[in-house]
């Protein structure tokens, strides 16, 4: 990994906080991206003072405009991008009769669109450099598992590992990897209001092998397995990291 450049979307904290923490160890130059000024900064400084390089750029990878900008500072600054982890997520919960119809268009405009536009956008740019990896952070709600309550992010999880397919199957003659990881209950912000439900944590334990939840650090050994030389034959696969999760 060393000097590669890497992108990581919405990694001021969480998964792909710890992502690109692994990646500023290993010797690339970290683009921590978010929608949160405070953590996107705070994570490149957590990475250069363990000695790595980063920058941190804030954008909505929802926005197209906004996306574009970021790449563009990247071109300027870098002069290309060799991974992109499409990491940013949000996960409203309700059920399907009362969910509002913002809380849907967010989830699938963030999880699922925000995906497709930094791969469009990064897509070109690899093209023409000759290469690239791209891999893309979905959920075990994306595959047969699911997730009650969470219609939004179900669909945009499981859009996302079909979006995974067929964008590998299109940047293959470009020489551009893409694949996608699957955690399953990790701790993070995003879970730590499920965390505090005594009955949801019980269950969850009884349907984990590993009798564990996930720690983001759990999460990061395939990303680089993924994205490094060792992976050159896998493209359009998902891989769910979850500790051997069950789902009754
Ligand atoms: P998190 O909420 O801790 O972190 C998500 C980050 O994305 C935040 O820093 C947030 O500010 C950023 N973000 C949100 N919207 C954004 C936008 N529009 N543009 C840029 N950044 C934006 O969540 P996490 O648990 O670290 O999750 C990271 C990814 O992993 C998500 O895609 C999530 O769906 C997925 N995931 C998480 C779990 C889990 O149990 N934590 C399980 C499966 C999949």
Known sequence: MKDKIVLITGSG???????????GQLGAKVIVNDINPDTAEAASTEIKKA???????????????????????????????????NNAGVEPTGSILTMDEWAWDRTLNVNLKGAFLCSQTVGRAMKEQGGGV???????AGRAAGLRDRAAYVASKTGLVGFTRECAREFAAYNIRVNAVCPGVIITEMTSHLRQNETQMKKWM????????????????????????????ITGQAFNVDGGKVMS
């Open 13 to 23: 904290r969480g998964i792909g906080k710890a992502i690109a923490l692994r990646f």
């Open 51 to 85: 000695g790595g390089e980063a920058i941190n750029i804030v954008a909505d990878v929802s926005n197209k405009l906004a996306v574009q900008t970021m790449h563009y500072e990247i071109i300027e600054k870098f002069g290309r991008v060799d991974v992109l982890i």
């Open 134 to 140: 791209i891999v893309n952070i979905s959920s075990i």
């Open 206 to 233: 009884e349907d984990i092998p590993q009798a564990r939840l996930g720690e983001p650090d759990d999460v990061t050994g395939l990303v680089i397995f993924l994205c490094s030389d060792e992976s050159k034959y």
